[in-house]
């Protein structure tokens, strides 16, 4: 059912360019080793063979306290895996960005937070293991000044969409963010054969070149990278791309024409995207910072 | 997929109609600006142009009590998002009712409702914001003397059903009130291209003239109104009609012949919707008030 | 969507039987009325016209304990929503059953427990509102000996094959007892047009004859009636009944052939169906039972 | 819809073979029986009719504070019901596993673990109840010395496909292991009519022979044997072949060609499969053991 195999010539220039991108993109720092013999374990990060970047200084309290708060509501709210991540451009350096080291989503607290320059290096990771996939979040920050925070995510209804050929569409107002249509990144184009994962910055740059203006492109076979203006629109963003899916695929399903949102109105919504979304956000807030 | 384009020439008429019952209408309380920079916060409402109307004195404990619980149980069972809202009808006066201020459902508390009159204007808001689209409440109270309860969803399940031309059709005894027809809402036919939000009482006044003399109308690319003779009644409808359409779908997934309620059956059963009602509500209401 | 006005003409001579039928039973308890103006209330029991039968005596204090127990598994496993319930026959003698007051499944107690006759009469109901559809219960009991327990559940699962052709097929060793069919209850055969509820005997009485010999009856836009020869035999099958609707509906969603149970296999899962479940019933009622 | 029946005649040679093989198989420990009179009840273990195998000595009590985990945790996601099972190799002695008593996973705890040879016989049992298809984890280990950890499954969103003639395919990196194909055991093959259950040594050598080198075999109205490197990976696997089953369905009821992970990409994700893990247990066993 799939016919990647007999595209695979086409790709071959790609795979030069992106082996290119690659030998000029300075080497990243080693990413995380496999625990040995299949037992989980967390390895400490080897040391980068270059200094690491100066600090920003401190960041806002309550940027970091909505960075975990935007990690426990995701995970609350099933947009999040244990393996997903979120982080938020640095309040001090457009050039820096904070985002927790390897953990959960919904274990994250302000203690976890690192801070990373736009290559995704650690400014003082102390030890700790990171994110393999920082550089989807140094590469959309690099290419995009508009964008304050980044998601990164398998939430397991946009998958369907992200390896089929119809795309989303805004089927009401939450989601008109959509309308415009949403990418879908295909990892096969800028890397060839991978794991899928977004390992380096070369893998990242493609990513933010597929993503382009967009609030968010799909990633086929993985999941999706998610952007915004602030940490709750992301986590709003998030919470209804993946609502969004669901819902088209339930409308389809019911037959017949279906009538999207007009790019019209998704542009008079858009104009107010934010309009209410404090009282929504505190409610997400307390009911995921009360668990556990 | 969407063939709103090719009948806006239809709609012309009905716009110019809008615009003039926007003119004659007086202007609504300004509506809550978008918060700055994406960052949430809850702007305090401007005062407004005219004096606040006279307060009908204090509601019954019970019906705020009650009015208290509906917003935690809609919000329990999934029916009301971070947006959505439940009001009442003055217990002392026909034309006045009680709403929250704009706050989450699931947060709503007794010092959070608010009397408003049938131009949705607050008698006391003490400077705090507002749900921009009160006037769902204010316009359908005002033309139908017979509900004492309004909700306003964006319950997932229904969106499908309001994007398609599938009609809604009841499946089993507690969505009989379904049976006579779900109506659809348009926005465009009343206010052509907008944000989807019922902001004025133009839109509002549209809205309850679709919705005419059922239980509730779907509302196209946004979600549903629901009315009812009592607060259990339009809780129990809200929960049920989005039920129903998941059920409904299923239903025609199966394929071949469905029978639905007959009208008659549907009808029976109405004359005694309320059967029972008190010990659903029992359940609903400790459940979702335990929480938090 | 629905054929069924043009089966009337078919239904006229059993609508006559029924209604023979009807006549010679003795007129029921009179049912709970619905609460005035659409407010919950819990209307008292009024006063039998005859005396109320004898008591058998005091049920074994597990039985009740197990009756608890299943109002509340049931509830959490969300088979029973606020109107479903559950009883179980009499220890001491096989002419008398058990039943919650009418009251939510989720919120019932042992002293929510009340002894009814097969004809659904009352022991001692205290003044206490009855579930009008008690008599599903009696008239199963009185037709099927072989019945401990009774379940009259609304779970939404189930509702799209009550009102379509496809029967039920037994996917999984979980669901074995499905294998050899579930019949379908279409109460206008019985009753004509009615507001779906088993009112009466009469009612009961042809519910009880659809059901014949099977451990389920499905009933048509409302439900269904699940029997066993114990507590933890009816809530299993009350589980894996609405289980397998969804998975049956997910596999014949997939297209091609698919293997259901063979008749043999079934016969030799119900041999011992009871097999280990022990350690379920276990685990539902620690986790219903430590609820609230 | 079913073609078995068809089928039976092919199936003779095979049922002989399995008689023979049964034959040739020591007798298993007996079978735990069903509970008179459909009470459930926990029989005591009849003792063997021969000697109990020796003990390899106490197991590292952080692989059982795992095992525990691994139960716990898959009951907690949905993957383990009230009679599914997880085991570990003893890590003293390839020839022993660890098992728990006939209990639901949820309420398993360190008391409640069996050493097992593989043979299936008990260590010493104490007189507990012992779960009667051990035998698919004694068979699984003697045939697959890689295996560390066998998961039995009844996950619901399995059902559909092992009884369907769709194959499993990788809809994304996380499920990257189903790529190579999920093998369908049909327990008629080495068994004929059986009540579904692998209920002795020759029905576990046939299950671990169709299983092959694959990381899980689906089981035809049954549900699934998931195997693995470690009890995270299991765990992991279990959680993630499920979901990939109700993401599949998802992505085919779109329509239109669907794009699953290259066999290539599938290899370079399982070459780290366990790259990450260690953050989404540290995740999945707080959660689970933070209830009751």
Redesign the interface.
Known sequence: ?????HRTARWLPRLLAAALVALITPAAAPA?Q??P??????PAQPAPTQPPPASAGPADPQLIEDLVAANRIL?EQGVL???GHVSVRHNRDKNRYLLAR???P??VSAEDIIEFDLDSNPVDAKGRALY?ERFIHGEIYRARPDV?AVVHT?A??L????????PL??????SAFISGGIPVYEI?QAGG?????IRNQALGKALAATLGDRPASLM????AAVV???L??VVSRSIFLA?NA??Q??????????????P??AR??E??????????????K??AM?K?
Chains 1, 2, 3, 4 share one sequence.
Request: net charge positive.
């Open positions: 059912m799939t016919v990647s195999r995380q496999p625990p013999g299949g037992a989980p374990s967390a995970a895996d244990g393996w390897a953990r959960a919904e274990l393999a304050i398998h397991p209804a998958i369907p969409f992200g390896i089929s050929k119809v569409q805004p089927v009401y107002h939450r096969r054969m991978t794991d899928m994962l086929r076979g993985h999941g915004g203006p602030s709750p629109r609502l669901t819902l695929a339930q409308a389809m399903a019911l037959g017949g024409p279906l009538t999207y949102l007009d019209e109105e008079l919504i104009e107010r995207e934010g309009f209410g979304l404090a009282r929504a956000w505190e409610a997400w307390q009911k009360s556990r």
